[in-house]
């Protein structure tokens, strides 16, 4: 399975961006996808979360109620639109697939078994 992330970019604060996670490969079945990003510095930490059924969302509290995520399960690709966004958002981020649950969002990074490479969002003041 591989997962390709894109969108990020350089923002002003308040400004909106959308990210974009494509799977392709041996995407049979179902699976959680999860965002997930890493400042410089900082250690990978959870952003939000989707069940295969697309319902039952999380998100971690830095970003709930500006952030949304979401799927096409056709289009295998899961999004996640950035409003409001904050420097403090700025991070590389990733997206990643986690085949041994389909309902159940986890947000430890190790659960993860396939990950996208990253796309950097930078967030000016």
């Keep these: 399975v591989q997962l390709q992330a894109s969108g990020g970019g350089l923002v002003q ?28 510095g900082n250690e990978r930490e959870f952003v939000a979360g989707i069940p295969w059924s697309g319902i039952r969302l999380e ?38 697939a986690d085949f041994s649950r389909n309902t159940v969002v986890t947000r430890r990074p190790r659960a993860y078994e396939y990950w996208g490479q990253g796309t950097l969002v930078t967030v000016s003041s």
């Design 13 to 40: 604060a308040g400004g909106s961006l959308r990210l974009a996670c494509a799977a392709s490969g041996r995407t049979v079945g179902t699976y959680v996808v999860g965002w997930f990003r890493q400042a410089p």
């Design 59 to 96: 998100y971690a509290d830095s970003v709930n109620g500006r952030f949304t995520i979401s799927r096409d399960n056709a289009k295998n690709t899961v999004y996640l639109q950035m409003n409001s966004l904050k420097p403090e958002d700025t991070a590389v981020y990733y997206c990643a």
